[in-house]
């Protein structure tokens, strides 16, 4: 059997053909990197490969003395002995699934990714490989989404009867992604202005100059009294109970994450409403992408890790799980 | 079904009292009768009788998702709910919530479920995984949950009764009395709900129960204590003892007729006039004065009433109001007014009808001093009532209050985690815990609630990342975790690995401070079960 193409060392996923890691947990001399979420892209590396449209976020994310080194979808790079190419992963806007050929063998390393289409990013490619790296933050067969359209008109009905009740609607989502995908599919229900958190804010502006198209936003601001009975507010999951939600007086609040699909999760995080809208891979979605890899292995990060492996080993599917530093930013 | 499943999920979602409420008017006004009675009948907390068990449904589902054994539980020690289990991998999600076909809510329970109560196996199966195919998400999980008849919503009578006073027009306590008792839902029994003049017909339907609320802090708050009648606090059965008509009835809290259970007490009621309601404690009594708790449910726990049992273990019932008299409700008049008819009534009654006593003590200070004997008397604390308190429905804070006594507790060691259901699916919530013998951890209790939600998080993340060994949904983990526990009662047990049963265990405070070390032995609750009286430490 040839040597792995990818280990996980201490510093993170590293290839040694190629000399690099894969969305390391340390600093390193060359990252390549998947996604600009907080676990897979850290600070403190000498240089990084990012995929085009993902690099503004990253320069965003790593302040702008950084200079990611922009790779076009399917642009192949050599480095060491390997061959590399990112390729479109559908998780956010600029997110890449990373192929590795060496001596005729190759390895993709998923990062975060989902089936669903999104109008924020380009969707997903199943690459034909030997082994394949997946994430498996929701892999348990419960994890089922429904069309996003259905999701995206439960949350335009939900702030419309809260404006009825005089209410203001504050929407938690994750800042980087979730927020913009919701912005993007409220287009086909409404042009009406939303308001946003500041952090939700500056990612969105990012989102707009890379011409994604969302509904008209305005940042919530200190100074201008701005009555807010009725609008909708986008914020992120660390803004819900502190002083900053004092300025929208009466208002229902909602979560929106791939864990709002079980009714406890939602009981226990206290919100009002609970929306199931995720950016990553459902359970079907897991088992249809590994058919069409063709790979021959599965190694797992993120989530029900073991659980998957062992299914997959039960079909007859070689996998194991793979000890990795990645969260969840669906948790946060 | 498909309105009634929304408003379920409405209830479910729903923090605000107010919207619950307004959620179930609007679906009383637009369901159709009969839908609006069976909703009535569910959300006040009544089921249908179980006639599936949840061994069987997971059997089921496990061929109807083509999964593992394994990766079922899995599944459902993540969700933490059956019901819920079963929608999220089975619910066909072709269909939609708004498009799928929809029958209503009588129908199903009237010509489809309850018909499967008699029907065979292979009929049963066939038409339960079939629902589960064909119903949206939503529809499918109310169905699960029907069926394992575990309906909780997180609506009180209280506010079920609150909407349909908004929808009826009818006063609250008079409805809260019409929901009582055994009734059929049904379009007659919608419209019943609806008419002027109370349909009260059947004479055995007691009225609805008047709850106290727990004292926290000291009495003084409460003002004079003039105004406040004191009376200990039974640990017995709560009871409605009803004389009409000729019949004797008696109802526990629970809405559940225990008229059978306790025919002396029945006897000397017979010896009533006709037309009386009294509220009272059922409590096991000998040689003038109660008995523990224990030695009541070894009486409640039999199927068949023996001479020997009726022997060993005497009941009495100590009345504490009187709700009607002569056929009139009295439950408006102020408490001083029914207790002296009470205290009248009750004068020369037989002797298994006794009143339950006033404590005297002329200030907060002197009954803080009666409190203290709780213990020896075997009773819980004290009840303080207002004296010019009329007799309300379900729990009004304000004018009955339990001031109870600190109960006993102990130290013992975390040995084992379980998930919790329902809305701490996701958390381990269900713990056991052990004191030692020798070197030896032995189980004693299983305790769940009386931890903040930051610890129970806390401890979540404690309990994954300390896990020994995992047998299904179960975890044993480092025992190095001391809490301590209170209980209620204690009592020996030959069914417990212990030998000791432990009445209402929960958990005090988290021992962050103390080491496993230091945690109680079994020869310190021995110990404590041996200071119990004579009666507990018989008793299995
Ligand atoms: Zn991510
Ligand atoms: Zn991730």
Redesign the interface.
């Given at each position: 059997m040839p040597p792995p193409l990818v280990t996980v060392t201490e510093n993170g996923l590293y290839c040694p053909a190629g000399g690099f890691h894969i969305d390391p947990w340390r600093p390193v001399d060359t990252a390549v990197i998947t996604h600009a979420h907080g676990d897979h892209l850290r600070h403190g590396s000498t240089r990084y490969f990012v995929a085009e449209p993902g690099v503004a976020i990253a320069r965003h994310r790593l302040g702008t003395d950084h200079h990611p080194m922009p790779l076009k979808y399917g642009e192949q790079l050599q480095l060491g002995s390997t061959t590399i190419s990112l390729h479109p992963a559908g998780h956010i806007l600029g997110s890449a699934q990373l192929r590795i050929e060496h001596e005729g063998q190759v390895w993709v390393v998923s990062g975060d990714y989902k089936r669903q289409p999104d109008p924020t990013c380009a969707p997903f490619e199943p690459l034909a490989c030997d082994v394949f790296i997946s994430e498996a933050t929701f892999a348990l067969p419960v994890y089922q989404w429904q069309p996003t359209v259905e999701v995206v008109e439960e949350i335009f009905h939900w702030w419309r009867a809260n404006r009825e009740r005089g209410l203001a609607s504050v929407l938690f989502c994750y800042a980087l992604g979730k927020a913009q995908r919701v912005l993007a599919e409220l287009r086909a229900f409404t042009d009406e202005t939303v308001y946003l958190h500041g952090a939700v804010n500056v990612l969105t502006e990012v989102y707009r100059q890379q011409g994604v198209e969302m509904v008209p936003t305005l940042p919530v601001t200190g100074e201008r009294k701005t009555d807010y009975k009725g609008a909708l507010i986008i914020a992120p999951p660390s803004a819900a109970g502190s002083p900053w939600m004092r300025r929208f007086g009466d208002h229902s609040s909602g979560f929106c994450s791939g864990w709002m699909r079980v009714r406890g999760n939602r009981r226990r995080r206290g919100y009002d409403r609970g929306f199931v809208l995720s950016d990553h891979v459902d359970w079907p979605g897991l088992i249809e992408t590994f058919k069409a890899t063709g790979a021959r292995r599965i190694l797992l990060t993120h989530g029900y890790s073991d659980a998957l492996a062992r299914y997959l080993n039960e079909l007859g599917i070689s996998a194991s799980a793979l000890e990795t530093a990645y969260g969840d930013e669906e948790q946060q | 079904m498909r309105a009634f499943a929304a408003l379920y999920e409405e209830l479910?979602?729903?923090?605000s009292t107010n919207l619950k409420v307004a959620a179930m008017s609007r679906y009383f006004r637009e369901a159709p009768p009969a839908d609006a009675a069976w909703a009535t009948y569910i959300l006040s907390g009544r089921r249908l009788k179980r006639f599936i068990g949840p061994a069987l449904l997971k059997r089921w589902l496990i061929d109807e998702?083509a999964?593992?054994e394994?990766?079922i539980d899995?599944?459902y020690a993540?969700?933490?709910?059956l019901a819920?289990?079963i929608a999220?991998?089975t619910a066909g999600?072709a269909h939609?919530e708004a498009t799928a076909d929809d029958l209503p809510l009588a129908d199903w329970i009237e010509d489809r479920l309850l018909p499967l109560r008699d029907a065979d196996d292979d009929i049963q199966r066939q038409s339960i995984t079939g629902w589960w195919r064909q119903l949206p998400y939503r529809q499918c999980f109310l169905l699960n949950k029907l069926l394992t008849g575990e309906l909780r919503v997180g609506v009180s009578q209280l506010l079920v009764t609150r909407a349909l006073a908004e929808v009826t027009g009818i006063e609250r306590t008079e409805l809260a009395g019409r929901l009582m008792g055994e009734w059929q839902p049904g379009a007659l029994f919608w419209q019943g709900l609806h008419a002027a003049e109370s349909p009260r017909t059947d004479p055995a339907v007691p009225y609805p129960f008047f709850l106290a609320s727990p004292l926290e802090g000291e009495p003084s708050q409460l003002g004079d204590r003039e105004a406040w009648q004191a009376e200990w606090k039974w640990d017995g059965i709560r009871g409605q003892l009803i004389r009409r008509a000729g019949e004797c009835h008696l109802w526990s809290r629970g809405e559940e007729r225990i008229t059978e259970r306790f025919p002396e007490i029945v006897d000397a009621a017979a010896r009533l006039p006709d037309g009386i309601v009294l509220d009272g404690e059922v409590v096991a009594w000998k040689d003038g004065s109660i008995q523990p708790f224990a030695l009541l449910q070894q009486r409640i726990g039999r199927k068949k009433l023996t001479a020997a049992i009726l022997a060993t273990v005497p009941v009495q019932f100590l009345a504490y109001d009187l709700l009607e008299l002569e056929g009139q409700d009295l439950r408006a008049a102020p408490l001083r007014e029914r207790r002296a008819h009470l205290e009248k009534l009750l004068a020369d009654a037989s002797p298994l009808l006794q009143i339950s006593p006033l404590v005297i003590g002329s200030t907060w200070d002197e009954l803080a001093g009666a409190r203290a004997d709780s213990r020896q008397r075997n009773v819980e604390g004290l009840m303080l009532k207002a004296l010019d308190s009329s007799y309300g429905t379900g729990r009004q804070r304000g004018a009955w209050w339990k001031w109870k006594i600190e109960p006993h507790s102990f130290d013992a060691v975390m040995i084992y985690a379980q998930p919790g259901q329902?809305?701490?699916?996701?958390?381990y919530t269900d713990y056991t815990f052990g004191v030692w013998r020798e070197q030896e951890l032995v189980p004693v209790a299983k305790a769940y609630s009386g931890l903040s939600n930051p610890e129970v998080e806390q401890l979540d993340r404690w309990i994954r990342a300390h896990t020994l060994e995992k047998f299904g949904p179960v975890r044993s983990v480092e025992p190095s975790q001391v809490f301590e526990l209170a209980y209620e009662g204690i009592a020996a047990s030959a069914r417990h690995k212990s030998g000791i049963a432990l009445r209402f265990p929960r958990i005090l405070r988290w021992r962050a401070d103390k080491p496993a070390s230091e945690a109680d032995t079994l020869a310190n609750l021995q110990a404590m079960l041996m200071q119990a009286p004579d009666e507990v430490r018989r008793s299995s």
């Open positions: - | 479910d979602t729903t923090q998702a999964l593992p394994w990766l899995e599944a993540s969700v933490g709910d819920e289990t999220l991998l999600t939609s329902g809305r701490r699916s996701n958390l």
